[in-house]
């Protein structure tokens, strides 16, 4: 428990540095907001009035502060480009590329860890061989590429989903899951390629570990090792490597996004890049790493109830 | 180091590797065609041997656009990899060589990082610069790439530090920078090279995806990203194009994914 206390107190005060210097960086290029919302039609006393409407004559602590509990009441700002609330503009992608990643996530997990545990059973040979050649093609192979292959397949030779109309989710939860789908396909290909590939090496280099030479020669047989005693040592690296694919996933559904015109966070990111529109960036910026660090906060819980020796502090 | 010797990935890899540096190389020089003239055949032609992978909407020929997007995309990574792999070997070197306070923090503070996605990082360093320039992309993925290498190369320094035959050159009165140079240096290529082409990779299907997405590298430079980006409005139309972009973005990567293989393979830490 005070372990779990310890992490969480960490991915805390990690949010609040990784929030501030999003916050001072993005407040220190972003110039005046004001001058530029009104482009040509600034005078000073205009630029005044909607600085003191937007608080930007307010010291930086201070703003940074209320920007910060905007995360709970919802109050984030004015975006630039948009003239509207910042919540209202983000609060229905962040559902959206919420399903997106968890879909994946879910995808890799299904697929490559039954496929690691079997390539890890059998090395050697031509088929070994063969297998490491897929292995790196499909780590090649770029997610908005496969996603272009795939959304020309399923879209316009298939129609199983029409390309560029997303259903809503709240409307139909069904259609919109179908949509996300295939942009999960999309993202997790590479993904599982190195699953497979870092589950297969750990689990190997586990099986060489003198426990489980004991435990063949007192007549175990190779796969109820496998599941019993080398599956729960090989777990703890793996549920770490896992929480960095979520992270990746965040990152590539940002260009996966693009691909299968999915109205998510990704999207509006880059769109408001574009566009400069600081607010939007910041804000965005926030959750998706908010995000990343959850994930690995998650991993760390979920690997010291596996392993109880990390609880007092040792090293995976 | 072992005597080089060379397996089956690693020698695919480099096979690979090399027909793609030689056609980009020759792309720098040499096109069959003007990469921006327009109709330089039919529009919307697919392969032949006057085009090679056909041609667009506007009749470019689409062979000569890859392997100008190709030569950019490839300079960028190798840039990429190079700011990341001097600045990293370098923090690595005097942090895990030194030790103490300072490679501490920085060790934190690479922890924070390396935990963050780097194509976020670099969108969020990007819209800082200021977005669509090719030098701003290099800057912005070089930054980002600096510490993952220093991780890398920190570990293998600090396990050298105190091993025989360093303390034996100290004695003889060495200095620290030539400890670091001259005999260091050379025993952590078995870890630098794998790294780098790993690095290469990822700096490869960065620099793609930015420049997809329209805030990379932006038109009148070329871009394999932005072509495919191109590519997808015209699918339909002309496949070959999304294609032919496509498939030199992933042999490039695969075959410089087969050396990291290949090298992994030969410091066995691969089984």
Not at chain 1, 124 to 130: P, Q
Request: aromatic share 10%.
């Amino acid at each position: 428990m005070k372990y779990a206390a310890k992490r969480i107190a960490m991915l805390l005060l990690t949010m609040v540095i990784v929030s501030l210097l999003a916050f001072v960086a993005f407040d220190l290029i972003s110039g005046d907001p004001a001058t530029a919302m009104l482009g040509t039609e600034a005078t000073p006393e205009k630029v005044a009035a909607l600085r003191e409407q937007l608080g930007l004559d307010r010291p930086l602590l201070v703003r940074y502060g209320e920007w910060l509990l905007g995360f709970f009441t919802g109050n984030l700002g004015v975006s630039y480009s948009y003239r509207q609330p910042v919540w209202d503009l983000i609060a229905p992608k962040v559902l959206v590329t919420l399903c997106l990643s968890g879909l994946t996530f879910v995808l890799i997990v299904v697929v490559s860890i039954p496929l690691g545990l079997r390539s890890a059973r059998s090395s050697g040979g031509v088929l070994d061989g063969a297998r490491t050649m897929v292995n790196q093609l499909c780590m090649a192979v770029p997610p908005f590429f496969t996603g272009i292959l795939l959304s020309w397949l399923f879209s316009t030779l298939l129609k199983w989903f029409v390309h560029g109309k997303f259903p809503s989710l709240t409307e139909d939860f069904g259609g919109a899951v179908k949509y996300l789908f295939f942009a999960a396909l999309a993202l997790a290909i590479p993904r599982i390629a190195m699953t497979v590939r870092m589950l297969r090496s750990t689990v190997q280099g586990e099986m060489q570990k003198d426990y489980v030479r004991t435990a063949i020669s007192r007549g175990n047989d190779r796969g109820g090792v496998l599941y019993r005693h080398v599956l729960k040592n090989a777990l703890v690296p793996v549920v770490t490597f896992l929480a960095q694919t979520m992270a990746e996933i965040v990152a590539s559904s940002i260009v996966v996004e693009q691909v299968f015109a999915i109205p998510g966070l990704g999207r509006m990111l880059v769109t408001s890049i574009s566009n400069r529109d600081y607010p939007t960036v910041q804000a965005i910026v926030v959750i998706l790493a908010f995000w990343v660090v959850l994930a690995g906060t998650v991993a760390d819980l979920i690997n010291q109830r596996i392993d109880p020796r990390l609880r007092l502090g040792g090293a995976a | 180091m072992k005597k080089a010797k060379l397996n089956g990935y690693l020698k695919a890899g480099l096979i690979l590797t090399a027909i793609l540096t030689v056609l980009i190389i020759l792309g720098f020089f040499w096109t069959p065609y003007d990469p921006e003239a327009m109709m330089t055949g039919p529009k919307l032609q697919g392969p032949t041997w006057q085009h090679l992978m056909g041609t667009d909407k506007f009749g470019r020929d689409i062979f000569s656009r890859v392997l100008r997007g190709a030569g950019s995309t490839f300079t960028i990574a190798a840039s990429v990899v190079a700011i990341g792999a001097v600045c990293g070997t370098a923090v690595g070197a005097l942090t895990g060589y030194f030790g103490g306070m300072v490679d501490e923090t920085l060790m934190r503070l690479n922890d924070a990082l390396t935990a963050f996605p780097s194509i976020l990082l670099a969108l969020v360093i990007i819209s800082i610069l200021g977005p669509g320039k090719k030098y701003n992309v290099i800057v912005a993925l070089g930054l980002v790439f600096i510490p993952s290498f220093a991780r890398v190369t920190r570990t293998a320094f600090a396990a050298l530090r105190d091993v025989n035959y360093v303390k034996s050159v100290r004695l003889m009165g060495a200095s620290n920078g030539r400890i670091l140079l001259v005999h260091i240096l050379p025993n952590t290529m078995s870890v630098l090279l794998p790294a780098i082409t790993i690095g290469f990779n990822n700096a490869v299907l960065a620099e793609a995806s930015m420049s997809f997405l329209g805030i990379g590298v932006t038109p009148p430079d070329a871009s394999l990203g932005y072509m495919l980006s191109e590519a997808q409005g015209m699918f339909v139309a002309a496949p070959w194009y999304a294609l032919g972009t496509g498939i030199t973005i992933v042999l490039l990567v695969f075959g410089v994914g087969l050396i990291g293989e290949g090298l992994q393979r030969r410091n066995g830490e691969v089984a």
